[in-house]
């Protein structure tokens, strides 16, 4: 069994408080902090959809048992065992429990596909027009701006 957690905050975020304020047509006095928690909530919504890492951080996985292992995890830049073979994390664990040190996600704002960071700034619209509640049409754009980079994991 695998396990994988974030041990960073992300190295930037996925859209800038400037352009995320201009889609929602926002003032440059609103809560800063209540737009980065939206802002998290989305990039990690967005990671749960596709299985991508979005934005640069890093990670460890945890293996708790010995064997070899294709673990599926994007844009990895950075990893302290293993190899990273079309974007798996290939590793056999000789030895459990086994930690793994790893980077992953996109290295900047502008490396993140567009159809991501659309997908990012209509959940925070969505979720701060809202505060309670998502509707589901919103979220149906979400899943058709993303469904092209949706990873399945075998």
């Known amino acids: 069994m695998t396990t994988v957690v974030r041990t960073s905050p ?3 975020p ?14 440059a006095d609103v809560d800063q902090p209540t737009l980065d928690l939206l802002l998290g909530a989305a990039v990690d ?15 460890e996985v945890s ?11 994007s844009n990895i830049t950075q990893t302290d065992a293993g190899a990273v073979v079309g974007g798996n994390l290939e590793i056999n664990v000789e030895v459990a429990p086994l930690v793994v040190s790893i980077k992953a996600g996109w290295t ?5 596909p567009t159809a ?13 027009d809202s505060r309670n ?10 899943k058709r701006l993303c469904a092209p980079f949706i990873r399945v994991a075998l």
């Open 63 to 73: 293996f708790t048992a010995t064997g070899c292992y294709s673990v599926p995890i």
């Open 108 to 112: 900047s704002e502008e490396a993140i």
């Open 116 to 128: 991501l960071r659309h997908a990012i700034a209509i959940y925070v619209g969505a979720a701060y």
């Open 14 to 27: 996925a859209i800038s408080s400037t352009q995320l304020r201009g889609w929602l047509r926002l003032d």
């Open 45 to 59: 919504h967005i990671a749960g959809l596709t299985g991508l890492y979005v934005v640069s951080a890093q990670y």
């Open 133 to 142: 509640e998502i509707s589901d049409a919103a979220f149906q754009t979400i």
């Open 10 to 12: 992300p190295s930037f």
